[in-house]
Structure formats: C-alpha cells, structure tokens
C-alpha cells in the first residue's frame, strides 16, 4: 500500500514533503495563534489538493469538489486537530471511480498519522444528513472549497445554509438542549482546575454554536470582545498541543505550567486567569444570545395566534409586550428588566445598582441593551463616595436575592461595572484557588457565599452586614501575606466607600478578619478548656457580632464546597457558638430610652389632640448613623436618605396596621420606623409615627391627600384590606425569587416594661400592615415600635403590653410569636 501510495505523490507534496514542512512550521519560530493556523490550514489545504488532482487524473473522474467543513473549514487548524473532509460528487461518475478518487486521498493522510475525519456524499445525501443529524449540518455551516468543481461546492453551501435558516425555529432549540446537555456533562470552563476547552460549557463549542446562530440570521451574539476570547482559548489549545503531543482539549494541572510558558505567560495562574475570562465572554454572549432566540422564537409563534383574533387589517395593534415596572426608572419587557423610556441613566448613579437589585429580586436577567447604557453611564458619572445610602440599601438587595444573584451579577462584571464599583475586585477576578475543597474561582466563590448567607438572614439582627460580609471575606486573596490580614485592611475601606458608618465599618472588618476563627477554633481546639471559649469571646466582642460570625461560618463552608461542610462541623460550631453565647451574655435586652418629644412632634401632637383627627408633616430626612453621624454627600452636606413621614393621630386600637396599610396603597416603602405614645395636653394620649419613606415609582403623594386617607382608614371609612388585594389582583407582583420564609421570636432577656416581639421577613408591599394586622388579632397592645429595612430584609421589634399595660407571661408570648409567623407565612 506504501509504494501505491508514493506513487500517487507529486513533486514536493509527497506525503513526507508535507510532513516536514508541516514539522517546520509547527517548531519554528513564526508567529503562532492565528497565523500559523491558517498557514497550516493553507499548507495542508495545497497538499490535499494536489492528492485530490492527482487521484482524479489517474480515475478519470469529473464532477467533484473536495470540501473542508467544521474546523478546518474555518481554517482553524490546531497542531493536533482532524481534518474534517467531505469529497463531494454529481453522481455522474461510477463508483469505482469515486472510491478510486477517495482512496487516493484518504490512505496519504492516514499513512502520515494525522487523524481524519471524512464522508463520501452526493449533495443531495449531504443535505439529508444534515437534516437528520445536527452535529453533520452545523459542520456543513463552515463548509469551504479546497479543489475541484467549486460550483458543486457553492451550490451545496448555498443549499446547506438555507435549509439551515428555514429549518432554525426547530433545529435551534436542538442545539440549545444539545449545548446544555455537554454543559451538565463537562461543567464550567471558567472554574474548573482542569478544563476541557473545547466541551466545557463557555467554551469552543459553545463559541461555534453562536456561530451557528448568527447564520441563522435569528439573532445574533454581542461581538466584543467575543473573537478574541476565541482566540485566547484556541491559542491555548494549540500550545496544549504541542506540549503534550496529543490531541487532547484538557487543560490538565501537570501541564498548565508548560503551556502558560508555551504562551508567553507567568505561570499556571496567569494561564487559567486568561483562560477563564475568555470563557466567561463565551459564556455570557451564549446567554444573552440564547435568550434573544428564544424572544424571537416566542414572538413568531404568537404572531398567527393575534392575527386570527384581531383580523387581517391591524394585526399588531394594541399587542405590543407589556412593561410591566419593577423599580424606579426599570421595568419588566419581554422577561428581562429593561429601563424606562423615561429613566435617565446619565443624571441617576444609583440607577445601575437598582437596576440589578431589581432584577435579581424579580428572577429576571438584565437586558443587554440595560446593561450597556448603564455601564456607558457609569462610566462617565461614576458613584459619589461615600455611597448614598439608597446604593448601599441596592447593593445588599441585590446580594440577598439568592441564586438569581449570579447571572445579574455576571451580567454587571461583563461590561467592567463591577471593578468600577468596587475596585478591589480585579485582584480576585477568575481568580483559581488550587485547593480540591474550593470548586470555585475567588470571586464567584465570594458571590456564592453571598447566595448561601442570603437563607440565613432570617438569624441574624443585621443581615445587610452578614451579606457584606460574605461579598468582602475572601477578598484579600489578592494579596500577599494572610488573606484575612490582608482582607481586614480592604474591608475597612470598602465599607467606608460603601457608606457604612464607624460603628459598622469596625464589625466588618472584624468579621473579615475573623471570619475563619469559629471553624478553626471547633475543628482544632479543646472546647472544654474555659480558655477556648473565652478567646473567642474576646475575639467578637458581643452576641450581634457571634450572631453574623456564625452564619457567615456556615455561609462560607457552603459556598466552597461539599467537602467543606458536615452535621459533625456543623454541630462542633453550633457547641461553640452557644459556650460563647453564655460568656457574652449581659441580662435583659433594655428598652430604647425615651426621648423627649422635638418641637415639631409636639405641636403635631398637640394639633392631633385638639382635632382628634391625624396631624402629618413630610420633610427631607437624613438618617444618623448608629455611631451617631449623619452620611454626608460629597459635598459634606448632611445626605437625605429619604423622606421622613410625621404622623400624630389620637390613640386607639388598629393604628399601626391601618397606618402601613395606607402607605402601602399608595405605593410607598417603609425604610425605617418609630411607634410611641406621648399625651401632650393631658386629655389623653396621642399615637407619633415618624416614617422614612420612598416612593417605589415616581413622585411621592400630596400631603393633603395622604391625611385624608389616613383619616378615612382610622374612621375605618377606607376598606384597606379591599384595597390592596385588588391592587394586588389587578398588578400582580411578580416573584421570581424564593425567600427565606418569616421568624418571629420573643427576644430573650426582654424589657421589664414591655415583651420585645422580633419580627424578620422579607420585605414587600403590605408587610407592615399584615405585622400590623397580625398583632392586632392576637389582642395585645403595641407599646413602642422599631423598624428598619436593610435591602431587602425587615428586622422589625415590636413592644407589646396585655390589655392592662404588663409584659406577657412566658408562654403567652411564644403564643403571640407563633400566631404572627403563621400569618406571615
């Protein structure tokens, strides 16, 4: 077969000639990447024509072409790749003939070793194939002449690609099952310590399916950026190749060293950094374009449907996609949040973090076109620092909605708005951490850690700093020396730029700094040694602080991975935690002391007396921190946060329900509240409210009609209840989002004056005035009141009395609680 062989050869493309102009290019100092894959496209393009020619000559067979489809007929051709090959033929040929001609040029390439992938078709086979086989027809896309007839080439390409557009609404969701399917096979490129770049999901593949896509004239991926993570993840390849010798797509550890030095780079690290953020560009123009297939797709298929109801005249009219709002300046369309026509990015800098909050609160992606328009935005007009304290409220919102997090998140880091907010966190950007625990890069381990924390806000009288806490608690990995050192220095300043006062900044960077010391001291030290416990005590300082220390523990062990955490760790850390607990413990929790009314709440009360009706006041309201400052803007001038709402109104039965229930009705947020009874002229006591408030969407509502129907709803002339469930019926609001569900707990230690009923929930429209509702049927009397909205979360403490002014008995008040939480629930 050998001498059959060589003499089939011609001149210096004889199968040696090219195995030595292949070996030198491969080995030679030319430029590699690009260039040298299609120098070895071309070099082997010339070689297989000539056998093509040759084999035709000595057959005599007319009416062929010899086709390069898949890789190879994009001329990407690594050192180790197969030649995919279809020889195509008219039929008009005998077939002796055409095998003659197919032997002529498949036993050369596989004398020579080099791996061959071919087929023998007609074009009317190859169309058929393709029709049956997906694999064939998207190979068939790339389809490009090498010799022969390129007519027969042409015709079939041209063939090929229209059967692929009219075909697309069915084959492509094939290919997306088909590329979801290898995904849940191979994982995800942009973290696996071993990837495979070809079949991992934001890989090669993935990269030809979006090419597959566009050619269905559909849709279309976002190109930046798009081709060179391409590039970076073929180069890759190549120099896999050629380190290894094999044609193999895993980037395995014991190799990742030669190849980084293959590609010019620093080592192992730098390699799979490069590698992973070329995958994440892969990743999430795979997304993005898959979701506007699927617009598409869904809108076709509505089209006939709205035409047979609205006849042929005005088929579209009055069917335009609803939008449906889900913030100020962002709304719903089509299933992603999009922004308002009347949002103005360039004049709102806390637009691109409500934006995100949004979304992920609502389970729905960012629109692309959203997140390029902020990301242009933000870059021109950056955040103040400090951060107004709606961005800060936006930020932990978004970080506690759970699982949709990770692609809002993802979504913000693909166009840089992430590093601009936060700029620490290029250091640990695709960051690989080479521990078989950790299953996650640094960042998105940090981001998982956030998802974890979010199900155990619900433990914790401080969730937007326990959330904080998991997004900063690795972020010193970006620095020599002790991460948690390292970290503790970055979270001090993070917070700072965050707007976090004094107080908060400290229990930050502390839990940061200490944010291994309970698994460690549990795994590793004596218990039962009073010594143990009270370095953990002096360590944390206060039960607050054990509190968020302990589900950040847990919060971090599940985000790193399965190895990570156990009952036996869990059970070890719980022990602790409640030797601790009793070492902290400082007796009853004291009620806030009273203050003296200020002069405007005085003459609101003494009005509200004299009237017997409600008395409001709405003014600018800037909130002081806990260590007692106020946030400043840039300016230095005090920072509304808000709008603080005044109400006095005479005391009676049901007024903190009808109170939120009003203010729900007209589509307003409570962010913090404050419930006391004063009795200014002695003619009986009078009920002050004072509410920060903002207004979900627009503008907020007139004084004068606010207090009209706060009058209706105390003279219980306004259905409240009513009201709301046909607001709600009529707009439902969408929740895409599964929550932590309610915990209402009689806090222990209570005041002598009052039982403190705790109350921790996710907020929504209408929560106060359900707590409000819920305590009013189980017959006991509101005393005093503190609410305060962090994100997304309420941590509400209620002060309840019997009807005869007297803390409840013990079980009276688990009563309470639990009657509470069932109607939260």
């Not at 199968?15 to 071309?42: C, D, K, M, N």
């Not at 908060?504 to 001291?521: Q, Y």
């Not at 403490?797 to 008040?813: H, I, K, M």
Request: with cysteine; hydrophobic share 45%.
């Amino acid at each position: 077969m050998t001498e059959n062989v060589d003499a089939k050869a011609h001149d210096g493309h004889a199968p040696a000639g090219y195995a030595a102009a292949r070996l030198a290019l491969l080995s030679g100092e030319g430029p590699s990447g690009p260039p040298r894959r299609r120098a070895l496209a071309a070099l082997t393009d010339t070689w297989l024509a000539d056998l093509a020619r040759g084999a035709a000559d000595r057959t005599g067979t007319r009416g062929w072409s010899l086709v390069a489809v898949g890789g190879y007929g994009r001329g990407e051709l690594s050192p180790r790749s197969d030649l995919d090959l279809l020889l195509l033929h008219d039929g008009s040929a005998g077939p002796a003939d055409v095998a003659g001609l197919a032997d002529g040029i498949w036993y050369p390439v596989w004398d020579l070793g080099v791996a061959l992938d071919h087929s023998v078709r007609t074009p009317a086979e190859a169309r058929k194939t393709a029709a049956e086989d997906l694999k064939v027809q998207l190979g068939l896309l790339d389809a490009r002449h090498i010799a022969g007839d390129t007519a027969l080439t042409a015709s079939l390409r041209t063939a090929v690609l229209a059967d692929w557009r009219n075909q697309a609404p069915k084959r492509l969701p094939a290919l997306h099952e088909l590329c979801l399917e290898r995904a849940e096979r191979h994982g995800e490129l942009s973290y696996l310590l071993e990837p495979d770049l070809k079949e991992a999901r934001g890989g090669l593949r993935d990269a030809t399916a979006l090419r597959a896509v566009a050619a269905s004239w559909l849709a279309d991926a976002p190109r930046e950026g798009l081709e060179d993570a391409r590039t970076r993840l073929l180069d890759a390849r190549d120099a896999l190749h050629l380190v290894t010798g094999r044609a193999t797509d895993r980037l395995a550890l014991q190799e990742q060293d030669q190849v980084a030095g293959a590609l010019g780079l620093l080592d192992a690290d730098a390699l799979l950094r490069q590698v992973y953020e070329a995958a994440r560009t892969v990743g999430y123009a795979f997304d993005v374009t898959w979701r506007e297939v699927g617009r598409v797709l869904r809108s076709r298929q509505s089209r006939p449907r709205r035409r047979g109801l609205l006849g042929r005249s005005r088929p579209e009219q009055g069917n335009a996609p609803e939008r449906t709002p889900l913030a100020e300046g962002v709304v719903e369309h089509e299933g992603e949040a999009v922004l308002a026509l009347t949002a103005r990015p360039e004049r709102d800098p806390v637009l691109p973090l409500r934006a995100a909050a949004a979304a992920a609160e609502h389970g729905v992606p960012l629109s692309l076109h959203a997140v390029r328009r902020l990301g242009v935005a933000q870059a021109t007009r950056p955040l103040p620092v400090p951060w107004p304290a709606e961005a800060r409220e936006q930020l932990v919102t978004l970080l506690g909605a759970g699982e949709s997090t990770v692609p809002v998140w993802e979504a913000l880091e693909a166009e840089g708005m992430i590093t601009r907010l936060l700029p620490d966190w290029e250091r640990v950007r695709c960051r690989p951490q080479r521990n078989a625990v950790h299953i996650w890069t640094v960042d998105r381990h940090l981001i998982e850690c956030a998802v974890r924390a979010s199900r155990l806000t619900r433990r914790v009288g401080r969730p937007d700093l326990l959330l904080i806490a998991a997004l900063l608690h690795d972020i010193g990995k970006g620095w020599p020396g002790d991460h948690s050192e390292a970290g503790e220095v970055i979270a001090r300043d993070v917070a700072a730029r965050f707007g976090f006062g004094r107080t908060d900044v400290e229990t930050l960077a502390l839990l940061v700094r200490h944010h291994l010391l309970l698994i460690e001291t549990a795994t590793r030290r004596d218990l039962d040694d009073p010594a143990t416990v009270q370095s953990v005590a002096d360590a944390v300082r206060d039960s607050e602080t054990l509190e968020l220390l302990h589900a950040l523990t847990e919060a971090d062990a599940l985000a790193t991975g399965p190895a990570a955490w156990s009952a036996w760790r869990s059970s070890l850390v719980g022990d602790l935690v409640k030797r601790v607990a009793a070492v902290l413990a400082s007796g009853a929790v004291p009620e806030p002391a009273d203050r003296e009314p200020t002069a405007e709440e005085e003459r609101l009360a003494v009005e509200a007396a004299r009237t017997g009706g409600p008395v409001i006041a709405l003014r600018a309201h800037a909130e002081p921190d806990p260590d007692g400052t106020a946030p400043r803007t840039a300016d230095g001038e005090p920072e509304p946060v808000g709008v603080e709402l005044l109400l006095a109104v005479p005391d009676r039965p049901g007024l903190l329900a009808a109170a939120a229930g009003v203010l729900a009705l007209h589509r307003l947020t409570v962010r913090a509240a404050d419930l006391r009874t004063v009795d200014p002229i002695g003619d009986g006591p009078v009920t002050l409210l004072r509410w920060r408030v903002a207004a979900q969407y627009g503008s907020l509502p007139e004084a004068a009609r606010l207090r009209n129907d706060f009058a209706r709803a105390f003279s219980g002339s306004f259905d409240i209840e009513s009201r709301l469930a046909e607001r709600e019926s009529a707009h439902p609001r969408r929740r895409g989002v599964t929550s932590p569900p309610p915990r209402v707990t009689v806090a222990p230690g209570s005041s002598t004056a009052a039982t403190v009923i705790e109350v921790r929930a996710h907020d929504a429209p209408g929560l106060l005035h359900r707590i409000g509702r819920a305590l009013e049927s189980t017959g006991v009397n509101v005393r005093s009141a503190r609410i305060s909205t962090l994100g997304a979360n309420a941590v509400d403490a209620f002060y309840v009395t019997d009807t005869a002014g007297a803390p409840l008995p013990d079980v009276r008040a688990a009563e309470v609680a639990d009657q509470v939480e069932r109607a939260l629930r």
